[in-house]
């Protein structure tokens, strides 16, 4: 079964721009969370999305946002990029979500540099 | 904020076992506490998980103490592939009905020494 997929793997953006990353999850997988790791930070909770809803959301401001489609694609897009948003953001899939054990399967990673 | 503490490093010999501590004093009696790892520059990977009782995967074990406060993760031969970050995680619930998210704290670098 193939792994969880994000695309791009490398993205380069000035200040100000937008950027949208993608994430495939494992097939079969409803659940979709989105994380930023940066050196300072670590690895931080962006939201999660399920069933193309957006069911759980961390203390990032609205320049982050996401969605997901009917195939339980996802999509998150940053807005009006600042230095601070370089990062690596990585996606996880699960079966079903939060309601029982469920573990995540992550992906490798969009790194973003922002100039 | 993540609910445990662990060690930011610790070395560990070829082929010996590693045992990787984790204190979360505050968990709750529905928590279950998780381990992930991360590889440099590769997305964390999943490793154990327990409530209350011990349990042992094809990876590692996991010892949770009686009154759950404290757990270990156990790597039975450690080899170079294992140097990575080991994530300790306790599941707290998310803001949205039935959902969970996973807080991740510093971890512990564990490297392996040939």
């Known amino acids: 079964k193939a792994g969880v997929t994000q695309t791009p793997r490398y993205l380069i953006k000035t200040r100000g721009q937008q950027v949208t990353l993608s994430c495939s999850p494992i097939s079969g997988h409803r659940s979709v969370s989105w994380y930023q790791q940066t050196p300072g930070q670590g690895l931080q909770f962006l939201f999660e999305?399920?069933?193309?809803?957006?069911?759980n959301k961390g203390n990032f401001p609205g320049r982050f946002s996401g969605r997901q489609f009917s195939n339980s694609r996802s999509e998150m897009n940053v807005s009006t990029l600042e230095l601070g948003d370089s990062a690596l953001y990585l996606c996880?899939?699960?079966?079903?979500?939060?309601?029982?054990?469920?573990?995540?399967?992550f992906g490798p990673g969009t790194r973003l540099t922002v100039l | 904020d993540a609910k445990t503490t662990q060690p930011p490093s610790m070395d560990c010999a070829e082929g010996r076992a590693a045992n990787l501590p984790c204190n979360h004093s505050?968990?709750?009696?529905?928590?279950?506490v998780y381990w992930y790892r991360q590889i440099h520059s590769q997305g964390p990977q999943y490793i154990i998980h327990?409530?209350?009782n011990n349990e042992t995967n094809e990876m590692a074990s996991l010892i949770i103490t009686e009154d759950r406060k404290s757990s270990t993760l156990i790597l039975p031969h450690a080899t170079l592939r294992d140097t990575a970050v080991y994530y300790c995680?306790?599941?707290?619930?998310?803001?949205?009905?039935?959902?969970?998210?996973?807080?991740f704290g510093k971890g512990t670098k564990l490297s392996v020494i040939p």
């Open positions: 999305y399920f069933s193309e809803t957006q069911r």
């Open positions: 327990g409530l209350k």
């Open positions: 505050t968990i709750s009696g529905n928590e279950y």
């Open positions: 995680i306790v599941r707290g619930p998310g803001s949205g009905a039935g959902s969970y998210q996973l807080t």
């Open positions: 996880a899939s699960s079966l079903i979500g939060g309601t029982a054990y469920n573990e995540q399967f």
